[in-house]
């Protein structure tokens, strides 16, 4: 079956409420304006700028999501914000077990695993991400890692519907350094294999496993013509509107 391509831009901790708001109606008014575009757009700013982001994309089919969550949904957790939170803020989505968030908070398998099950308690869909480093690449490690980190990370409540698989390949996230549309494949293929494993062929098959990692407007279409990618995670080229619109609007048929 078809899947729908997903272009999520990963804003990460950038953008004033300005800027934010500017990038967010541009994105708003050219996928509006593309009619019935063939892809799913989303946007990921910071928690604070979600309500300003969530207004500017009104009625323009772009979703909005968010970077994190925390695993419950309330009570005495100092400076984090809950799935149900988010929710109500008007997120769609979620995004979960971001290598920043695995290096610089430490979070294991078993804490995405804890969010992400959050999240599709709260409504949301989660896009979890998995990725290796360079080190496990250069080690010849790089399928063992991403399939104990799908594995570790996709809650009991998963389904095509509700969860979407981002590979990004540490080594290649805002470094400018992309894995080739090979070494992606390769990886996205034992994704959707393990999928296979766990639900079945026909379930699998629906998933959504999106690339990350430098992705831009030069070297999107080639990922994106790759049996198993089925869009893309983006940072640094979905912070200009023509470069990550570009993406959308280059991917394949
Ligand atoms: C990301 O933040 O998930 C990402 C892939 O960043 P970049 O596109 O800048 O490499």
Redesign the pocket.
Known sequence: MARRKLIAG?W?MNCLKADGVALAKAVASRYKAAGQPRYDMLMCPPFVLIPAIVEAAAGSGVAVGAQDCHAQEKGAHTGDTSAWMLKDAGCGYV?VG???RRTNHAETDEIVKAKAAAGLAAGLKVII?IGETLAERDAGQTLDVNRRQLHGSLPDAATPANTVI?Y?PVW?????RTASPEQAQEVHAMIRAELTGRYGAAAAQEYRILY?????AKNAAELLAQTDIDG???????LKVDDFMAVGEGSPK
């Open positions: 990963n990460k995004i971001h290598s920043e991400c981002a990004e290649a996230i805002g470094t400018g990350g990692g430098s992705m831009n893309g995670l983006i940072g640094g080229a979905a």
